[in-house]
C-alpha cells in the first residue's frame, strides 16, 4: 500500500502528516487536523481507501482554517465535498495533469 507524502504545503504552512495507531476519544476518528502544531494525524489501519478520503478532508480542515472560514458548518461542508472532490480527483486523470501544470504555460502564452 502506498503511503501519502510525509510533508505537503498548505498555503504558507508546512504540514506533516503522520499516521498514529489510534487517535483515542472520545469517538473513534479516522483523522485529526492540528492546525496549531500543522499536523495531520491519519490513523495507519485505515483501508488505502479510505485513507485517502481522511487524508483529503483532513486537507479541507486546514485550508479552512487558512483562509478562515466560519467554524459553523466546517464539518458538514466537509463531510460533503471530500468524498465527491476525491472522486473527481481520481476519475479524471487528465484534468488534475492539467490543473497541476503550474505556472509555465501561462508565461509561454504571452
Ligand atoms: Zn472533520
Redesign the pocket.
Known amino acids: 500500500m502506498s503511503k501519502p507524502p510525509r510533508y505537503i504545503s498548505i498555503g504558507p504552512y508546512r504540514y506533516r502528516i503522520k499516521l498514529v495507531r489510534e487517535l483515542g476519544e472520545p469517538e473513534e476518528l479516522d ?1 485529526v ?1 492540528d492546525t496549531a502544531g500543522s499536523k495531520l494525524l491519519i490513523r495507519e489501519d485505515l483501508s488505502p481507501s479510505r485513507m485517502r478520503e481522511t487524508v483529503l ?2 486537507i ?2 486546514a485550508v479552512w482554517d487558512v483562509c478562515n472560514l466560519s467554524k459553523a458548518y ?2 458538514k461542508t ?2 460533503s465535498l471530500s468524498p465527491i472532490l476525491l472522486d473527481v480527483l481520481q476519475r479524471n486523470e487528465e484534468l488534475v495533469e492539467w490543473l497541476t501544470e503550474g505556472e509555465q504555460d501561462d508565461d509561454q502564452s504571452f
Do not use: D
Open positions: 483523522g487536523t478532508h483532513e479541507l480542515h466546517e464539518e466537509i463531510m
